[in-house]
């Protein structure tokens, strides 16, 4: 795949209709269901389960060093072969995801409804692996839903290839700004003619960075967060109400100039 960065993608010259936007990136865990389903507690119980099998820890040694390796290296794995576990993608993924509770996750015939009325070009960002995101995108009934899935196999094809030693390779995942430049490339237009969702912070300012245009997700409006959210939504449904300008510019609150003003910064 041939990528030319964030600033200098390839980008499409079509736009689509009046809408600012020609692309949506839509983050899947904790953005297209609530985090409140517990998906979240299990992952973290799997992955600690996973550094007592490769690491040799007890639960409350492998509880602090997931956290450790989360706040230093953005995710388990990444920490793991930073510090020379030569732990295959596929082999972690397959413990900590692959025994996830999915029945948990609902169906969700109204997101359904709202993402087949919206005409723009509809892409998965997420870090998760592609079973992951095929298994829960079919428990929430949004199977067909979208163009393409930029995943964990996307964004770090060379950690499946046989010519490359994959231990020697390093993970790229959101927040870097790799992971945007891949997810960019893919979607083939302007970053300020995207849409990025997501509810994790981090990747938010880094979508920010990137010159996306960005909605917080599943988080309530709060006047002590940072500017790198243009929009913030307490839950995905609300897309519709609170971002009208997908479907057409008519039904933009703000000209694009002033989108800023839908979240507004304090100053600190
Ligand atoms: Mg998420």
Known sequence: MECRGVTGCNSSSSSLSDSPFDCILFDLDDTLYSSDVGIGRFLRKN???????????????????????????????????????????????????GRLPYDAIPSNPLLRDLLQSIPQRKIIFTNSDREHARRALERLGLVGCFDDIICFETMNPNLFSSS??????????????????????ISGVHPQRTLFLDDNEKNIAAGKAAGLYTTLVGKKKNPMMTSDADCVLSDILELRREMPEIWSAAGKKNPPGEMDAVFSPVEV
């Open 47 to 97: 992955i600690e389960e996973f550094l007592m099998k490769t690491c040799g820890k007890t639960a409350e040694e492998a509880c602090a060093l997931r956290a450790e390796l989360f706040r230093n290296y953005g995710s388990s794995l990444t920490g793991l072969r930073a510090l020379g576990h030569d732990i295959h993608p596929d082999d972690y993924h397959s413990y900590v995801h």
């Open 164 to 185: 490359v030693s994959s231990s020697s390779s390093g993970v790229v995942l959101k927040p870097s700004i790799a992971a945007f430049e891949v997810a960019l490339c």
